[in-house]
């Protein structure tokens, strides 16, 4: 098994996160909609906040004057986008109930939730080889920040929350891909390349969030 980004092969592991649905919030969808409409500094800006692994945030990468084939070189030297992002974030960390105040969800807990911007499939620079990923080879494409910069790859546990808000009628990431219904093995286009994750959800029920990870003998 290859995963870009990641040097070498080794031997898949299949890692199902389904079971992790609400685990921070209590809620697979921790307001309970799919979309949210949240005030911020620059105006409302429409959100979706999911629960799986780790709770996310997704925003439409036009909303933020972005395209969502960026590289981490061009998302991280625009601090006014990053500021942006983190203030976003931190509203919805306040929502989520997992900060009393947007200062308290910046200082504390800096990490979590996470927020990506997404945008339909296009072509795009793979930034660690210069190859291009053509638009047919990813069904959307995002760019995830941890830690107030731009993951240089995805993380996994983002990786399980995309997936399955990407098979959730409504949302942000599945309004990125218009043949959703169509499939299970759902392709995110990352600043690294390809990363396939197979996502299920049946009557508001994650039943499947999985991605492969690698194991090499130590």
Do not use: W
Request: charged share 20%; aromatic share 6%.
């Amino acid at each position: 098994c290859k995963i870009d980004g990641v040097p070498g092969t080794a031997a898949p592991i299949l890692m199902d996160f389904a079971a992790t649905a609400g685990s921070s919030t209590g809620r697979l969808l921790p307001t309970g909609n799919v979309v949210d409409t949240i005030e911020t500094s620059k105006g409302p800006i429409e959100v979706s906040m999911v629960d799986v692994s780790n709770p996310c945030i997704f925003v439409r990468a036009s909303d933020v004057n972005m395209k969502g084939t960026e590289s981490p070189a061009e998302v991280n030297s625009n601090k006014e986008l990053l500021a942006y992002l983190e203030e976003i974030r931190a509203r919805c960390c306040v929502i989520m109930g997992k900060a009393a105040t947007i200062e308290e969800a910046t200082k504390n807990s800096p990490a979590f939730p996470m927020i990506a911007f997404v945008g339909p499939a296009q072509d795009y620079v793979d930034f660690t080889t210069g190859n291009i990923i053509k638009k047919d080879q990813v069904d959307f494409v995002s760019r995830m920040m941890f830690m107030q910069v731009l993951h240089k790859t995805y993380p996994g546990t983002g990786t399980a929350c995309t997936g399955a808000a990407a098979k959730i009628k409504g949302t942000i990431v599945n309004q990125m891909i218009p043949h959703i219904d169509n499939i299970t093995t759902i392709r995110i286009g990352h600043p690294a390349g390809i990363l396939p994750v197979v996502a299920q959800v049946e009557n508001g029920v994650v039943t499947k969030a999985a991605f492969q990870r690698t194991a090499r003998r130590i």
